[in-house]
């Protein structure tokens, strides 16, 4: 992709409005935190700590409309605590040039090193910076320094205390979550009904189980909806797959294909009731047709062997998901498998081994988490610089739009970039026509300043521009109530934010860090992944009496976790100016295909996990040895650029398919694996041809 489209590709991404569920009530909330320390402060007849102040409780109101599972009182605090002392150092600091650009650069350092961790520590981060360079602006001695500090964690307090004192939606996200995953299975089983081989997004499955994880308090208070469902609509899954399988479930066509999309669209319909019920914390209601669909018919069983096995197993995770739903709270149902009892979350003190553990990792020059933090350092000491030596005044504003622009990937700081500009432009424009046409006071321009913070809550997940827009106003009202002249405000905000945004687009393209050249790197992790979760569950075939579902439940969770690394990095270097000559964009496509029919056929073949009492499988337990002995040389292989052999498990495959006259479920798993390995090799193949052969159907290829 050229620089051109690039950019136009970006500028058109960080300008889309996008439609968004509104929350009003939790907007309300927010905007009247900032309310309360706004109206203390010029209660207590003090303009300047009014400003300070309202910044605190604007960010720990801001804080909580992010993605997160921690309990948004626990947000609140974590970001008030960070911005009263990142704000008491900047005062110790601001009377020395020197002393607080090494201030400024080192803990903006700190700050792009915090992605490392997470997107809201990252985020959090930035806050912190940017308080520092606005409140350091105002003013003050040390006490003084003290009082503002304290007040901004005073408006981070008032946030969590309104949380806790009036709650809007309990478990809310939590529930949301897990309606969300019950619901992208509904719609898993639909598509499945006319695609037997549809592909399915883990990512709602993850956040379910993202959501899940609570603390020893709340596994206590937990509403009992949201105990069973998870782990019920994980094995459903692979059950779904198996079943609609026309190699290892029903046929194509005749009876047994009618009967499984019958099966298919009840289990599609239980499932949306169920998520219907969580979401709104309602019993289940199930149409009788469904309910009718899931009884084995008066003339007898339609479906046979394997299929037949996947129906009865189906019916059963249905019918568990529904009472799990309904049952009462002193309920004793033993955990289901994968379930096993709490996923329990880590205290907050309890997590800074593990943060510094993720810092650490990043600590080498080619993570692009480290060349962030190098690379947003030095951007805002050089931007500082610049907007002190320009004749404007508040010179702040350049570091500011830089860092808060700035992003550890080029799509996402150069579509905020622009957005972040064209935002500033409407929100100051409308903002400094107001203070020109009107006049107002310092408590009629807090008023304008609440009502813009409320416009920002209701309006969070719209768009960036949209949220600048309103930061834009808010910021002119706020400092308004200083005494700040609007005409000053509006030009230099433009100016300044302008110069701020095209340092931090410079920056990025005199140091990127681009996202392309590691795709090879990803999509061999991935494979690797994979491969360790196919591995799991062949050696459970090979060896029944050795059962470890520990083992493969874990190796499922670092597919998915591999599958979404790559997905993110191939968004990412879709949206960059250079191009991969080992991996072209169709390539990566058919690559993704493949691996993605890999993790599902390891899902099939985890759906129908032979007893404990079962006899042990030659063929099983040699095609695991080969599989794990050829993901070695393989996985290497993708980084290199060489081609990929899997002649010896094919001739392994063949030995075993000799041998072995009952056709077994893991036979023929083993069958699909290898179209998919298949696939994969003629996807990254650089001989003539070879791009094209990897656009070939595994319905096609599966006949062997």
């Not at 893991?666 to 696939?679: C, T």
Request: hydrophobic share 50%; net charge positive; glycine share 8%.
């Amino acid at each position: 992709m050229t620089w051109s489209r690039a950019l136009k590709k970006t500028a058109r991404s960080g300008l889309t409005i996008e439609r968004a569920e509104l929350t009003p009530l939790i907007a309300v909330r927010g905007t009247v935190g900032v309310a309360l320390v706004i109206g203390l402060c010029l209660w207590r007849g003090n303009p300047t700590l009014a400003v300070s102040s309202a910044f605190g409780a604007f960010a720990a109101g801001t804080v909580t409309f992010q993605r997160s599972w921690r309990p948004r009182p626990v947000l609140a605090l974590a970001v008030a605590g960070g911005l009263a002392l990142s704000t008491f150092l900047g005062y110790l600091a601001a009377s020395h040039l020197l002393a607080f650009l090494l201030l400024l650069a080192g803990w903006t350092f700190l700050a792009g090193l915090a992605w490392a961790i997470g997107p809201i520590s990252g985020v959090v981060g930035t806050q912190t910076v940017s308080i520092m360079l606005v409140t350091v602006t105002l003013p003050t001695s040390v006490l003084g320094a003290l009082e503002h500090a304290a007040l901004i964690a005073f408006g981070g307090l008032i946030q969590a205390t309104l949380i806790v004192v009036f709650p809007v939606r309990p478990w809310g996200v939590q529930r949301d979550a897990l309606a969300d995953a019950l619901a992208a299975e509904a719609d898993y089983a639909r598509r499945l009904r006319h695609d037997p081989v549809a592909p399915f997004d883990p990512q709602p499955l993850m956040d379910a189980r993202l959501a899940s994880a609570v603390t020893p308090r709340q596994a206590k208070r937990r509403p009992v909806q949201l105990h069973g469902p998870r782990g019920i609509a994980e094995q459903i899954r692979p059950v779904l797959a198996s079943l609609a399988d026309p190699v290892v479930g029903a046929p194509l066509e005749g009876p047994e294909r009618d009967r499984t999309r019958d099966l298919l669209g009840a289990a599609a319909t239980v499932l949306d009731a169920v998520a219907h019920a969580i979401r709104h914390d309602r019993p289940v209601r199930l149409p009788p047709e469904a309910m009718a669909t899931l009884e084995v018919p008066p003339s007898g069983p339609v479906l046979k062997g394997a299929a037949r096995r996947s129906a009865y197993r189906l019916i059963a995770l249905l019918a568990d998901a529904v009472e799990s739903t309904d049952e009462p709270v002193e309920s004793t149902r033993p955990a289901t498998e994968g379930e096993r009892g709490h996923l329990l979350r880590p205290s907050v003190p309890r997590l800074i081994p593990g943060a510094l553990r993720s810092l650490h990792r990043e600590l080498r020059w080619s993570s692009r988490i480290l060349r962030h933090a190098v690379r947003i350092s030095v951007v805002a000491a050089v931007g500082y610089l610049l907007g002190t030596a320009l004749p404007f005044g508040h010179g702040y504003w350049v570091p500011l739009a830089s860092v808060m622009v700035m992003r550890p990937d080029f799509g996402q700081t150069y579509a905020r970039g622009v957005a972040r500009f064209c935002g500033t432009l409407v929100g100051v424009t409308v903002g400094g026509a107001l203070m020109a046409l009107f006049h107002p006071g310092a408590h009629v321009a807090a008023a304008l300043a609440l009502c813009c913070v409320l416009l920002m809550y209701l309006l969070m997940h719209t768009g960036v521009s949209v949220t600048s827009a309103c930061v834009a106003a808010y910021v002119v009202f706020l400092l308004g109530i200083a005494g700040a002249g609007w005409e000053q405000t509006v030009l230099e905000r433009l100016v300044l934010t302008l110069i701020g945004g095209l340092l931090a687009m410079a920056a990025y393209a005199l140091f990127p860090t681009w996202e392309t050249p590691r795709l090879r790197r990803r999509l061999a992790e991935w494979l690797e992944a994979n491969g360790r979760y196919a591995l799991a569950v062949f050696e459970l075939h090979a060896r029944p009496a050795e059962r470890r579902p520990r083992q493969v439940r874990d190796a499922l969770l670092d597919s998915r976790a591999a599958r979404v690394a790559w997905e993110e990095s191939e968004e990412r270097a879709e949206k960059e100016p250079v191009r991969h000559r080992g991996l072209s964009r169709s390539s990566a496509a058919a690559a993704t295909t493949a691996l993605a029919t890999m993790g599902r056929v390891a899902m099939i073949l985890e759906a129908h996990l032979p007893k404990k009492d079962a006899e042990p499988s030659v063929g099983a337990t040699a095609f695991a040895y080969e599989l794990r002995e050829s993901l070695e040389r393989t996985t290497q292989a993708v980084v290199d650029r060489e081609e990929l052999d899997w002649s010896e498990l094919h001739a392994v495959w063949e030995r075993w398919d000799a041998e072995d006259e009952s056709q077994g479920v893991a036979l023929r798993g083993a069958d699909l694996l290898l179209d998919a390995l298949d696939d994969l090799a003629h996807a990254l193949s650089r001989g003539p041809g070879g791009r094209n052969r990897a656009a070939r159907g595994r319905l096609g290829s599966s006949s062997r």
